[in-house]
């Protein structure tokens, strides 16, 4: 079943209940555990972000010179990495 065809099926499931507002509280307390279940990629800690830092100023440092386009300092370091 494609994704498409699911959000329809859901849509179609949620017409049926829509008028019992204990149902409908069942399924949003539902949906709100399970989207807590998903997991973010891109959180994380403060400690962790600060040690993303530090790992960061490791590595090379570039600055664009006096007068450099983008494009012109990303061909530039571009060869570095």
Not at 2 to 25: C, P, S
Not at 27 to 54: C, G, I, N, Q, S
Request: glycine share 4%; aromatic share 8%.
């Amino acid at each position: 079943m494609t994704a498409l065809q699911m959000n329809a099926e859901l849509y179609r499931a949620m017409g049926v209940i829509a008028d019992d507002e204990t149902l409908m509280a069942k399924v949003l307390k539902y949906v709100k555990r399970l989207a807590a279940k998903k997991e973010d990629p891109t959180l994380m800690t403060k400690e962790e972000f600060f040690a993303r830092v530090d790992e960061a100023k490791k590595g090379p440092t570039y600055r664009m010179q006096p007068n450099e386009n983008l494009s012109t300092f990303l061909k530039r370091i571009g060869n570095d990495l």
